[in-house]
């Protein structure tokens, strides 16, 4: 079992920053975060893989950077040039290396920017 917790969510104006964190009981082969805004589906933000490879979703690219601690217990997600279209709860979330689901989750933080 992998326990997730997100913080650092909050209210930015466009254009401003944010860094979210995930505080996890340890981590699994690809960390990633998750985002759902009000009426639409939960989208894939970015992961990175303990093989070191990254992805990001082309909405965020150049602007948000994934990362984790070198002690691998917290994930980050740095927040830049936020846009109003980037609110929503953005979660944390971990999957094996045999599958491509991610199945465990944080609970969310909120990100509004306005």
């Known amino acids: 079992h992998v326990q997730l917790v997100e913080s650092g969510g909050g209210s930015v104006q466009a254009g401003g920053y944010l860094t979210l964190s995930c505080a996890a009981s340890r981590f699994t082969y690809c960390m990633g975060w998750f985002r759902q805004a009000p009426g639409n589906e939960r989208e894939l933000v970015a992961y990175?893989?303990?093989?070191?490879?990254?992805y990001y979703a082309d909405s965020v690219k150049g602007r948000f950077t994934i990362s984790a601690n070198n002690a691998k217990t917290t994930l980050f997600l740095q927040m830049h040039g936020l846009k109003p279209e980037d609110s929503g709860v953005y979660y944390c979330?971990?999957?094996?290396?045999?599958?491509?689901?991610?199945?465990?989750w944080g609970q969310g933080t909120q990100v509004t920017v306005s």
């Open positions: 979330a971990s999957r094996p290396r045999w599958s491509t689901e991610y199945n465990y």
């Open positions: 990175i893989c303990s093989d070191g490879q990254t």
